[in-house]
């Protein structure tokens, strides 16, 4: 999730297992306070946020990775200022079948690359030509 503030400062993002509050101040120093009761739990240890000039990024993992939420609050309304960033959509049904086909592509990369076989021939090349050229140079 990003909370969109421009050169904010005096950040403060706190995760835990059911919710998130976050609090900065933007360049004219307004503050902004935002609290968020998860639908479910999350894994507060693997998330973490990431500060930029434009906006604040969390990353919240869901403590149950497999499974949908039907949103993002605990509350059935969502509040006016919340949206869906459609760029960073993932849709979780379909990354199984993408991620198999990303493991079977490096396998088969992996059996290329370490597939031994005979080095190639050198007899072809002359010593006397290679050695001219170098001298001509």
């Known amino acids: 999730m990003e909370f ?3 050169d904010s400062t005096d950040v403060h993002v706190l995760i835990e297992d059911h919710r998130i509050v976050f609090s900065c101040k933007n360049a004219d120093g307004v503050e902004f306070y935002n609290e968020i009761e998860f639908y479910a739990k999350v894994n507060c ?3 973490q ?3 930029s000039g434009r906006s604040i990024t969390c990353f919240v993992r869901k403590w149950k990775e497999k499974v949908a939420w039907p949103r ?4 059935d309304i969502k509040p006016v200022w919340l949206c869906v960033d459609f760029d960073n959509w993932r849709d979780w049904e379909g990354d199984e079948e ?3 086909a990303q493991v079977d592509h490096y396998a088969e990369l ?3 690359v370490s597939t031994k076989r005979p080095p190639p021939a050198m007899d ?3 010593d006397d030509s290679d050695s001219a050229d170098a001298t001509s140079n």
């Open 4 to 6: 969109c503030v421009e």
């Open 110 to 112: 992996l059996e290329k």
């Open 49 to 51: 946020d990431k500060c």
């Open 98 to 100: 993408v991620e198999l």
């Open 72 to 75: 993002l609050t605990k509350e």
């Open 45 to 47: 240890k693997d998330s």
């Open 124 to 126: 072809d090349l002359d």
